[in-house]
């Protein structure tokens, strides 16, 4: 019987708070166990100055904490689950979610977006994002820009640009919501695939982590990101694309929303789609191919061909 787990996590401020969190509900369920944390490098960190629809490969933010977990270096992984690609390798499993924050995007700048001058520059590292920036504002200049939070603000506070938009959920995380001009709205910019969820991931068959963890997923959450997860899957689009999707659990009803544009943000697509809680997989299904029936399969072969 274990005494000791080992939680992989990236060495970021952010990543870290995600990973203790996590690290502290263990000892909560059960204070036998020592939690201890790995601080891991992976690629997407290492290539900190390379667009992110230009670093190769997908996952680049997990693949060397899952290479961790399969060569048994770690008991378990915390990701933010928007890094985390459709598929997951071979003998490892997605295990538990924890509730999630606030699934929007924000704006830090030194006005709300629609008091912005024409031609203002706004950084993201997020083609999703910046497709629908364009949709809405036309006007303003997009800056791709990569870093860590604290790195991105200090661009704007420096005035390398007028504005950057993020997660919520980090900002939230970090404890900086002082810095937060505005909260975008849904309707206009729709999150990421599991944007604002904390993922588990761990060795597929460790029934004794299994259990441990298992009074740490939400099920609500669980829910919704399934359905998010199943509607990338079905797309065929990986973590580059500009495909965003957000579940809501209502009652027994999962209300699933969808979008998928153009690299160029010329041309957008919106649809929704519901059904059971009980089958979020099948609501992510049958939106991916009511949206590929309206062209999205064109969107996503224009990303792949770049």
Same mark, same amino acid.
């Given at each position: 019987?274990?005494?000791? =787990?080992? %939680?992989?996590?990236?060495?970021?401020?952010? $990543? !870290? /708070?995600?990973?203790?969190?996590?690290? #502290?509900?263990?000892?909560?369920?059960?204070?036998?166990?020592?939690?201890?944390?790995?601080?891991?490098?992976?690629?997407?960190?290492?290539?900190?100055?390379?667009?992110?629809?230009?670093?190769?490969? =997908?996952? %680049?933010?997990?693949?060397?904490?899952?290479? $961790? !977990? /399969?060569?048994?270096?770690?008991?378990? #992984?915390?990701?933010?689950?928007?890094?985390?690609?459709?598929?997951?390798?071979?003998?490892?499993?997605?295990?538990?979610?924890?509730?999630?924050?606030?699934?929007?995007?924000?704006?830090?700048?030194?006005?709300?977006?629609?008091?912005?001058?024409?031609?203002?520059?706004?950084?993201?590292?997020?083609?999703?994002? #910046?497709?629908?920036?364009?949709?809405?504002?036309?006007?303003?200049?997009?800056?791709?820009?990569?870093?860590?939070?604290?790195?991105?603000?200090?661009?704007?506070?420096?005035?390398?640009?007028?504005?950057?938009?993020?997660?919520?959920?980090?900002?939230?995380?970090?404890?900086?919501?002082?810095?937060?001009?505005?909260?975008?709205?849904?309707?206009?910019?729709?999150?990421?695939?599991?944007?604002?969820?904390?993922?588990?991931?761990?060795?597929?068959?460790?029934?004794?982590?299994?259990?441990?963890?298992?009074?740490?997923?939400?099920?609500?959450?669980?829910?919704?990101?399934?359905?998010?997860?199943?509607?990338?899957?079905?797309?065929?689009?990986?973590?580059?694309?500009?495909?965003?999707?957000?579940?809501?659990?209502?009652?027994?009803?999962?209300?699933?929303?969808?979008?998928?544009?153009?690299?160029?943000?010329?041309?957008?697509?919106?649809?929704?789609?519901?059904?059971?809680?009980?089958?979020?997989?099948?609501?992510?299904?049958?939106?991916?191919?009511?949206?590929?029936?309206?062209?999205?399969?064109?969107?996503?072969?224009?990303?792949?061909?770049?």
């Amino acid at each position: 019987m274990k005494t000791k =787990i080992v %939680v992989g996590s990236r060495g970021s401020q952010l $990543a !870290l /708070i995600q990973a203790e969190s996590v690290a #502290a509900k263990i000892r909560e369920i059960n204070p036998r166990f020592e939690v201890s944390l790995s601080k891991i490098v992976t690629k997407g960190d290492r290539e900190r100055h390379t667009r992110l629809d230009e670093v190769a490969g =997908i996952g %680049v933010f997990v693949k060397e904490l899952e290479e $961790a !977990l /399969i060569g048994n270096s770690i008991d378990l #992984a915390v990701h933010s689950l928007k890094d985390m690609p459709a598929q997951i390798p071979h003998g490892l499993c997605l295990l538990a979610v924890a509730e999630r924050f606030d699934p929007r995007d924000v704006l830090v700048a030194k006005s709300r977006l629609d008091a912005l001058a024409p031609g203002s520059r706004i950084g993201t590292g997020s083609l999703r994002r #910046a497709v629908q920036l364009t949709q809405y504002r036309p006007d303003l200049k997009v800056c791709s820009i990569r870093g860590n939070i604290d790195t991105r603000l200090r661009k704007v506070s420096y005035g390398e640009v007028d504005g950057v938009i993020l997660a919520a959920a980090a900002i939230v995380r970090l404890g900086w919501e002082d810095k937060i001009s505005e909260y975008l709205p849904l309707e206009r910019f729709l999150p990421a695939v599991g944007q604002g969820v904390l993922a588990i991931e761990a060795r597929l068959g460790d029934e004794e982590i299994a259990r441990l963890i298992s009074p740490i997923n939400h099920l609500p959450t669980w829910r919704s990101v399934t359905a998010e997860r199943a509607f990338l899957s079905a797309l065929g689009g990986g973590c580059r694309a500009p495909i965003a999707a957000l579940g809501t659990v209502d009652g027994d009803i999962l209300k699933l929303k969808g979008m998928v544009a153009e690299a160029s943000g010329r041309k957008i697509l919106h649809s929704s789609e519901e059904g059971s809680v009980k089958s979020p997989e099948e609501v992510g299904v049958r939106l991916a191919q009511k949206m590929l029936g309206m062209g999205a399969s064109d969107f996503i072969a224009e990303v792949r061909a770049r």
